[in-house]
């Protein structure tokens, strides 16, 4: 049985990082996006864009396999799209059954596997352009075994700022509750504001 936590904290606003999940009996699903272009249309297309994912996601019988999450995003980005006033954004969507990890990228935001000192980076071959909302986008799917790594998401207000060693170290010192916070934490500046919107999203099984 996995254990999932999740944070979102905006530079300034309401800021423009969505997530959105769901915890079924058997599958653990997410969606996190972030949104670009002014006045309200990078909000509006990341909202739309997890929205979208987790309907998808809610009408598949069972795990959605790397093959078929490509038409996948490009259904939601036709959506998006279409969407009055929505402009463009990231996203990273991705199942899991706790034995497999399955999903699609555009944009800058990741998913990483955390297990030690060690990182997969699933979403390493990602296109950060064209993006979801663009009519145009280009996503790449990934897959892999779970294994007792830590499944991470997040924007790239988490990645660009910090590195893989600061990570680790605090997955391994933080428990998964207190883990999003902490994770955010790493790229707080010095007066306790961020250059960024960060959304951290965890899943991992808890200590035997």
């Known amino acids: 049985m996995l254990h999932v936590a999740a944070y979102i904290e905006a530079a300034a606003g309401s800021g423009q990082d969505r997530i959105l999940w769901l915890e079924g009996d058997d599958l653990i699903g997410v969606a996190l996006a972030d949104g670009m272009g002014g006045m309200g249309g ?4 990341a909202e739309s ?14 795990l959605i396999v790397a093959s078929q999450w490509p038409e996948l995003f490009w259904r939601l980005d036709r959506r998006v799209n279409t969407t009055r006033e929505a402009g463009e954004t990231t996203l990273v969507a991705l199942e899991t059954d706790g034995r497999l990890v399955c999903g699609a990228s555009c944009g800058d935001s990741g998913a990483w596997l955390v297990a030690g000192d060690r990182v997969v980076n699933l979403t390493e071959h990602q296109m950060r352009k064209p993006l979801v909302g663009s009519g145009q986008a280009d996503p790449v799917s990934f897959t892999a075994e779970l294994g007792d790594g830590l499944l991470l998401v997040a924007s790239d207000g ?17 428990p998964l509750p207190d883990l999003p916070r902490a994770l955010v934490d790493l790229v707080r500046l010095k007066s306790g504001r961020l250059q960024d919107d960060v959304a951290v999203f965890v899943a991992g099984r808890p200590p035997q």
């Open 42 to 45: 990078g909000t509006l297309a």
């Open 49 to 62: 864009a997890v929205q979208y994912a987790l309907e998808a996601m809610n009408e598949a019988p069972g």
């Open 158 to 174: 988490l990645f660009r700022y910090t590195g893989a060693r600061n990570i680790c170290e605090t997955v391994r010192r933080v």
